[in-house]
């Protein structure tokens, strides 16, 4: 079956630090791999997407490439933010399903 | 806002008793996805409905079942409470594609 696999947390950086959260899938297909983003006591937000191999999802500062070779989609960002402080869950979706599944999150603090 | 409305936020009960939980998905959306998120197990698919019709099921347990409504709502229902049920649980929905939007969860505590 599909799985995800994402680095523990918490992850703790300086304001301005570079940021890398690992992630890597299992799947039978070719799935769209996601990063969605949830803060304190709010839902799932989808922070950017890819859809096929060598695509690169880009948003708020945030990127990720789909690499196939590697089964992976590291979420990075140059410089983050306190209020970048949030859990990020990274998830894959089969063609033809619907429903997302997820890693585990990593929890990410960035202290001023 | 994402749009998606759930309510209780908070559901506070005892082991044995039932509880429903309501999603009310954005404007236009005919898909609902339930999630239960907890500390050991992570973020679990439950179940998807689209345009009232069952079209996915995960890991949920028998205990538990949904339904969607002609108004595209749904209700998520669980039984026969135990300890181990305590967990948020969320629900998201879409129109069409992967993106998913995503209400703010119910806490269910079981005590």
């Known amino acids: 079956g599909n799985s995800v696999t994402q680095m523990e947390g918490p992850v703790t950086l300086s304001e301005e630090a570079f940021l890398t959260i690992n992630c890597t899938y299992t799947?039978?297909?070719?799935?769209?791999l996601f990063w969605y983003v949830q803060y304190p006591g709010e839902g799932l937000q989808l922070l950017l997407k890819?859809?096929?191999?060598?695509d690169k999802g880009s948003n708020k500062g945030f990127e990720a490439t789909y690499r196939k070779e590697t089964t992976s989609f590291h979420l990075e960002k140059g410089s983050v933010q306190v209020s970048d402080s949030a859990v990020y869950f990274c998830a894959l979706s089969e063609a033809g399903r619907r429903a997302l599944t997820f890693g585990s999150g990593t929890r990410l603090q960035v202290q001023p | 806002d994402s749009g998606v409305t759930q309510t209780p936020k908070h559901l506070i009960t005892a082991t044995g008793q039932r509880v429903t939980l309501r999603c009310s998905p954005r404007?236009?959306?005919?898909?609902v996805y339930w999630y239960q998120q907890s500390l050991d197990q992570g973020l679990q698919f439950l179940i998807h409905?689209?345009?009232?019709?069952?079209?996915a099921k995960g890991n949920i347990l028998e205990r538990f079942s949904a339904q969607q409504f002609p108004d595209l709502h749904s209700e998520l229902n669980l039984s026969s409470l135990e300890l181990g049920d305590s967990a948020l649980y969320f629900c998201?929905?879409?129109?069409?594609?992967?993106?998913?939007?995503f209400g703010s969860g119910t806490q269910l505590s079981v005590l």
């Open positions: 799947a039978t297909g070719y799935p769209s």
């Open positions: 890819a859809t096929k191999a060598d």
């Open positions: 409905y689209y345009n009232g019709e069952e079209r």
């Open positions: 998201a929905s879409s129109v069409e594609g992967e993106k998913l939007f």
């Open positions: 404007s236009g959306d005919l898909s």
